[in-house]
């Protein structure tokens, strides 16, 4: 009788032993599931403005245009190609400048955006740019560049410049501020580069 006590108390403490075990295993596996669901959702790029932040705004105060050949040399091969450059105002006082430049082809694009980088003081960010279909279009950089001499602002000073193309189109971002560029460049991403256009109008009228 005695035995069969000892036996039946040895079984409660192994069933107690394996249900505590696996209590233990568990509560173990779950803690990695938010890390990975983290990781797997990060946003690459510029983020938005945090919610408390009123998100900058951008006014179109000039336009100005002009083939890309040198004035000494207005027949070059690059005499049909022209380039725009935007003028823009942030909410914050700062100047800005988007310059687009639609190349015939893909591999002129290409050449200018490697160009431009080979230019660069640092790299900050560097990406793919792919269309719906994942196929890539196309580059994105960001960069710190070095003053320039005997130039206007911002390029008198250090300044960050976004540059990209898709396809044979070729933009460029300029400015002295990274957080201007960056707040600049997300705009676009939510209105599409041609809503610069229409920036103009945002100008509030003056009070009576």
């Not at 988007?98 to 640092?122: G, H, M, R, V, Y």
């Not at 501020?177 to 100008?203: M, P, T, Y």
């Amino acid at each position: 009788m005695r035995n069969t006590h000892q036996r039946t108390k040895l079984r409660v403490r192994f069933i107690t032993g394996l249900f505590a075990l696996q209590a233990i295993v568990s509560a173990a596996v779950p803690a990695r599931q938010p890390l990975a669901k983290q990781v797997s959702n990060a946003p690459s790029g510029p983020q938005a403005n945090p919610a408390s932040k009123v998100p900058a705004t951008f006014l179109l105060k000039r336009i100005s245009d002009g083939i890309l050949c040198p004035i000494t040399n207005l027949d070059c091969e690059e005499h049909d190609i022209w380039w725009k450059s935007f003028t823009l105002v942030a909410s914050d006082g700062h100047t800005l400048y988007l310059k687009s430049i639609p190349f015939p082809s893909i591999e002129w694009s290409t050449k200018q955006f490697d160009s431009t980088i080979e230019s660069a003081e640092k790299i900050v960010r560097c990406n793919v740019e792919s269309n719906s279909k994942g196929e890539q279009v196309g580059e994105r950089a960001l960069g710190l560049f070095p003053e320039i001499e005997d130039s206007k602002p911002p390029w008198s000073v250090p300044h960050y410049e976004l540059i990209w193309m898709w396809g044979p189109n070729y933009w460029e971002i300029t400015g002295e501020h990274l957080d201007d560029v960056l707040a600049l460049e997300q705009k676009l991403k939510e209105e599409g580069v041609n809503a610069v256009w229409c920036w103009h109008a945002r100008i509030p009228s003056s009070p009576d």
